[in-house]
């Protein structure tokens, strides 16, 4: 709400008043993209100047006008700001073997939408084999921000390897239970610099993210011919300020994991595609 407030009136005629917005509230996207034009008449009765009418006359954005004795009250709808965090998991290597056709291959939309375009086909391994696994953390929201704890899931018939050293570099703890594994990575506590870890929001063209890192071992004891589907998820995200923040279309911590006997064939309705978004 913009309120221009008491305006001395001294004569008659038309004036003409310009409200610019030159920074949006905290937590607020800009939303007056030019400036908004009020035209303001001003009268002579009962021996006394005052207005008549307040008009805007290039109306933008759902702004609405009052009039109240000489007072002026620009009504504009805000936006505010939002957090959206998203995390891609890939296969980078096996044993030495690098792979780089699971990096997905982003498309962005004329109307900003995005998509992340990556084979699903399943990587051949064998027992003993070491795969690394990338997670990436794109920022697609409009705050910048820190995924502060990541998650990963790990299926039976791959072994997490605690003294590896990507493993330790990239600081994964694992759960008393053993199914999973979680860092810190990421977090603002964890930065080196200030702003290190930070992903940036996005600006319509450029999609900022940070990756993480896993190396898992194929037992021995895996079943031949079975697929190991590895899942991850943000378990912790911070704003700019390291406060807690809502993500716009997910919440942390709250991934279902398929039971042992559904999650080999997760979406695999996906994997006949070259490529699919998401």
Not at 148 to 169: A, M, R, T, Y
């Amino acid at each position: 709400e913009i309120n221009i407030g008491q305006i001395a009136v001294t004569a008659t005629g038309t004036d003409t008043i310009t409200i610019e917005e030159t920074k949006a509230p905290d937590g607020y996207e800009k939303i007056i993209t030019a400036p908004i034009t009020v035209q303001v008449t001003k009268v002579f009765e009962n021996n006394t100047y005052k207005m008549s009418d307040a008009v805007i006359t290039n109306a933008q954005n759902g702004a609405d006008i009052s009039l109240s004795g000489n007072t002026i009250t620009v009504t504009v709808e805000n936006k505010a700001k939002y957090f959206d965090l998203a995390l891609r998991k890939f296969i980078t290597a096996v044993d030495d073997t690098e792979i780089t056709n699971r990096i997905p291959q982003l498309s962005i939309g004329e109307d900003g939408n995005i998509d992340y375009n990556h084979t699903k086909e399943p990587v051949e391994v064998e027992n003993g084999n070491i795969v690394t696994y990338t997670l990436r953390i794109y920022n697609e929201g409009m705050m910048a921000g820190y995924a502060s704890k990541v998650k990963d899931d790990v299926p039976d018939g791959l072994e997490f390897l605690p003294d590896n050293e990507i493993n330790q570099e990239y600081r994964w703890v694992l759960s008393e239970d053993g199914t999973s594994i979680e860092t810190d990575y990421l977090s603002k506590e964890q930065e080196q610099t200030e702003g290190a870890n930070l992903i940036k929001a996005f600006d319509g063209t450029t999609l900022s993210y940070k990756d993480v890192k896993i190396v898992c071992k194929v037992k021995d004891t895996a079943e031949f011919g079975k697929k190991l589907t590895n899942l991850a998820e943000i378990t912790e995200a911070k704003d700019s300020e390291g406060n807690d923040v809502i993500d716009r279309d997910s919440e942390t911590n709250n991934m279902q994991v398929p039971s042992d006997e559904e999650l080999p064939n997760y979406k695999d309705d996906e994997i006949d595609k070259d490529y699919v978004p998401g």
